[in-house]
Every structure is written in structure tokens, then in C-alpha cells.
């Protein structure tokens, strides 16, 4: 070991000092002057090394807090003994806070995946978004209790304790935005699509999608194709059985047209719908009609054999976990409709006939808030298309076809939806 470095008497630096504090030795003989003079520089350069070295490890240490991994560590406690661990904290918890709050404006679903946006459902529901698309309501943005800073503390996300499960083309969008202007409710603008596409992600995912929600809030997410695809059910139990699930439903028949009436938008050079919906239609019988078989693996026509589907559900969910809204009566009657739907959700009545404008010219509520003049908010262009007209024949032929379903799915659910 270098005498020197003990024996040398250092310019005095706060930090060393406290670096250096040991019991007091003995007096050293006086140095010699020349001596002095060059052992005094090279203590003044290592103590500048030593600040360097001191800020360049906080400056790392921002670095590493800027690509995010602050929020995962704890924040160090405020020591008061050294002016550098005040300034190393307080920089330190003040990224933390940028990211936190950055994060907290993101909110539950603008922080969702980029993929989310491209399914068929949610594309659609997002075309027309002149007037109102779904991300932007009635002052109740998904990620809207995100914004509060202060109230983090009983705000979390959760996973869905209910979901509308279906059906694509039912009038799934409208009851999602319906309900989103009551206060009890927070949901996922987009469709999520987790039981079906996104299982493998994990329920860490599906929860980091969700808005923050209070205590006493409900968390809800919609995605129509849920309710055909076979894993769900026994997906959706194992995540929770008390899992309340709603399901809008709409004369199958309608609902084909406007299936298809979707997809031709996207895709103009598809065959007619006559011809789609039979098995081995030939022009020759009019691209359909005639003595042919409705073809029942066509997706617009399969969707629409709710008996069949809600089989399944049944094996995992009581009866009373279900609700079946009519799509009709959604148009006609929605505040009827809500009170049904916020009965079944144990939530007070706060979306009622005060909400609802209907708007003539495009034929459906809209929503409006209770109080003062404000314009009312329509779902856009996407949601009401014009159907093509369909040949007479094929659409009876197809109410045949229904017939035996609609009359289980009316036995199965206590209801008379009134399709036949
Ligand atoms: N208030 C209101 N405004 C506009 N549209 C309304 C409304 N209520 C129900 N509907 C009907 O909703 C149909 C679209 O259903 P979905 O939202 O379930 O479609 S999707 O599956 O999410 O693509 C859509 O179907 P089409 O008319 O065939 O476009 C509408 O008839």
C-alpha cells in the first residue's frame, strides 16, 4: 500500500471529508514546500475526477430512467445528509412522474397495440368517424380517469367484468357508446379481440388495455366475434364465471345483409349476395333462389344461427349471466333497451330517454347530453350502410332457412325477438 496516499494532507472537499472520515491520527510532519505545491494539484485533479465520475453516473442514471425503467424501480428515500442525494432524487422522481403521467394520458386503450385497429369489425366501426367515432363521445374518453395524477391511488386497471360477446352487426357499437356516456362505466374504444386472436398474449395484456377504473366502476370491452368462435366460452370462464355478458342480437336475416354489405364496401368484385348464400349456385338459377341449399358454413349466414352458438355459452354461463339485447329495439326504443341493460349491469338508471335525440335523416338515436343545446352525436357513416335490395325469393328463402333456429333461440332465451 502507497504511504503517500495516507500520509498526504488533502485540500479540503466536503465530499471526501465525509468520504475519509476515520478516527483522527496522529499530526504528520509538515511536508516539504515543492513537495506541498505538486501533491496539492494532483489531490485538486483526482477530487475533479471524483465529482466527473460522481456525475457521470447520475447522468447514466437518467439515461436509464428516460428509457423507461425508472417507474420499475422504487424511488430511492430523500436523504438529507448529502446535497447530492437531494438533487440525485429529486431528478430521479421527477422523470418518474413525467413517465408516469405520460403514461396515465395515454390511457387504457390509446395504449393498445397498433394490430388491434385492423380487424374487419373495428375498421368499419372506425370508417365513417365524421360526426362520431368511437374514440371521441361524450367527454368520456376511454383513457379520460388516466389524466388524474393525484386520484392514481384508487384508480386501476382491471380485467372486464362484462362484455358484449356479439353479434357482428347486431348494433354492438351503438350499446358500447351508449353505455360509456353512464358514469359507472370506463370501456376499450377498440375491439380487443383477446379470447379470440390475442389469447396468447397473456391476461397481463388483456388488463393493460383497460382504462383506469374506480372503485365501484365498471370495466368493459366489445368485441362482436366472440360470441361464434368456439374457445370463448370456456376462455372467458377461466378468466372470471361471474363474467356478465351481453349479447345484441338482430333478425339473422338483416344481419347477413348487412355482413355483406360491410364486406362488398371493402371489396366491390365480390359475387352477389344471392349467390354467396347457397350452396353450388349456378347463374342458370339466377345466381342463387331456385331449389338450392342455404350454404351454412357462409359466414354472414352461420353468424346468424344464434341457437346454436348460445349452446355452448350455456355449457359455462347460467342463464341469468346472459342478457340478449334486440338490435331493432335498440333503434327504436333505446332508453327501454338501457334500462334493461343497466338493470342487468346492477348499475343506477343514468342513460335514459333524455340522452337520446333521433335523428331523421339518418334514421337512428343519437346521443345527446340532458343538460342544454348541445348537437347531438351520431355514429358515423360505417353504421347504417344502405343494403343492396336482394332478390325476394333468396331473403324468404333464408327466413326458412332461420325459422328452426329463431324459434330455439326464443325458447333458449325466454324471449319472442318477432324476426318470424
Ligand atoms: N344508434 C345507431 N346508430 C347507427 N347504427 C346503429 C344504431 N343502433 C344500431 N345500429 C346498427 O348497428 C349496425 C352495426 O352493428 P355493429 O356496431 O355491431 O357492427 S360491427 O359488428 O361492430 O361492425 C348497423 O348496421 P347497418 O345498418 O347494416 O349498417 C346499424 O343498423
Known sequence: MSEDADSIPMEYSPILHHLHAGPPSSPSPPPS???SSSSSSSNHVRNKLFVLCIMLSLWVYMVYCCVGYCATIPTPAVSR??????ITTSIITSISTTITGSEARRGGSLGAPRD????????DS???GDDWDEGKDMGKDTGKTGLSLNGSDSESQRLPQAIIIGVKKGGTRALLEFLRAHPDIRAVGAEPHFFDRNYHKGLEWYRDLMPKTMEGQLTMEKTPSYYVTKEVPARIYNMSKHTKLIVVVRDPVTRAISDYTQTRSKKPDIPSFESLAFRNATPASGGGGGGGVIDATWSAVQIGMYAKHLERWRRYFPAEQLLFVSGEQLI???AGEMARVQDFLGLRQEVTDRHFHFDAAKGFPCLKRPEGNSKPHCLGKTKGRTHPNIDAAVVQRLREFYQPYNR???QMTGHDFGWD
Open 33 to 35: 514546500p515543492s513537495a
Open 81 to 86: 445528509s448529502t446535497t447530492t442525494s437531494i
Open 116 to 123: 388491434l385497429l385492423n380487424d374487419d369489425t373495428e375498421a
Open 126 to 128: 372506425r370508417g365513417g
Open 332 to 334: 327504436s326504443d333505446p
Open 408 to 410: 330455439k333461440f326464443y
